[in-house]
DNA sequence: GGCTAATGTGAGAAATTGCTCACATCAAAC
DNA sequence: GTTTGATGTGAGCAATTTCTCACATTAGCC
């Protein structure tokens, strides 16, 4: 029995070359039939025949179908979450409504990049849920963010700020995921930003 | 070929008391499985079973799985698209600051009420999406709300009142439907409304 | 070339699920 | 009590889907 693994772990580690463009051939088709057609779409077969794989190569390097959508969720979440990070140490001074605007800034774009996973995938199987959760609470960009507030303290007038952080967190990216779901009349993204940004700096400080 | 019928009529109507006590039993083990284990869970057996029937009767009066899911979403846009009607035009008259704050308070209520609904099928069922959906953008309650704001027309600073509707709607929701899906640490119902009503309130009119 | 381990194949086994149908039971009217 | 239509039953069909396994092919090494 060996340790580290668990019901996601690949079966078999790829060692040549070939077999990892098979790796990265189901990975694509799975992103690719979730994103146009949805998880119910997304069956092993069809996707072992998008990828151009036979279902049994399928089955060598991943021990079910929740493996490859857990990979794919990783994945999203590990590189997501670099990015927002690098994202928020480089706007630690920056003014407390130049910092909030280009974080829903930043937030809109990833969210739009990473659709399949923070959207589609995370409400039509809800198991996966709480790992996409991840992204948005996890502790270090809490802190982060707590940190960036705590810089202008004395610009919020708001008491509670842990309080406030979850409240904003929700109003922002239920607003953005709302604009990315319908496609918005009369709304771009310049104008979503300026108007979501508006309303939590408001919120803050009036 | 009789008319009046789609592909989600029930096949037969009940017409003794027991009948009607069978259809009642399946709706409600329903509802009961998909809110508690999710819409993959409610199998039309596992349903049958739960409501303490055969397969056989659910199909006397459903043609199919998803005719059982309708008749559950139908049955909650009516009900709450009623009530919401009503609230809206009770409060008509009262100052912009109370409305809002009325009003964030009774998307609360709904949005927990029917939260099978409006939360989990509708994001786990795309198809359901639409219908769901109309009910905060149907077109009568959509008059209704703009008829509100325009009576406190002169208090809001913000000039396009169409787009700030939209972004309202979906800060809105997206903070309620958040606070209702993780439970939200150091944040009660009253609590809540307050933050949101204010965060709206200062948007409109600061 | 010859050997070995890694990789690839796809028919089909096993499991699941929506749904049917031949039959059984019950309720109401006479 | 008999009849008749409404209601209830559940084995199992048909279609789909996940996953296995015996075998074939390929790459790397001597």
Do not use: C, W
Not at 28 to 36: C, L, M, N, V
Not at 85 to 96: D, G, H, Q, T, Y
């Amino acid at each position: 029995m060996k340790a580290n693994q668990n019901q996601f772990s690949p079966r078999k580690v790829p060692q040549q070359e070939r077999a990892l463009f098979t790796v990265e051939s189901i990975l694509t088709a799975a992103r690719t039939i979730i994103q146009q057609k949805g998880y119910e779409a997304a069956t092993t077969n069809h996707i072992a025949d998008v990828a151009g794989v036979s279902i049994g190569s399928l089955y060598q390097y991943f021990p079910s179908k929740e493996a490859i959508v857990a990979a794919l969720v990783e994945d999203a979440v590990l590189r997501a979450g670099e990015r927002t990070r690098k994202f928020l140490i480089e706007r630690m001074n920056v003014s407390l409504e130049t910092g909030v605007r280009e974080i829903i800034q930043h937030l809109l774009e990833i969210r739009r990049e990473y659709g399949l996973i923070f959207r589609r995938l995370a409400r039509e199987v809800p198991r996966f849920r709480n790992i996409s959760g991840q992204l948005t609470t996890e502790k270090y960009l809490y802190n982060t963010v707590h940190t960036f507030y705590l810089q202008h303290r004395e610009e919020i007038l708001v008491e509670d700020l842990e309080m406030a952080m979850f409240v904003i967190e929700h109003l922002v990216v239920g607003a953005i995921d709302a604009y990315l779901d319908n496609d918005a009349p009369r709304l771009d993204d310049e104008e979503l930003v300026q108007q979501v940004s508006n309303a939590v700096i408001k919120y803050l400080t009036k």
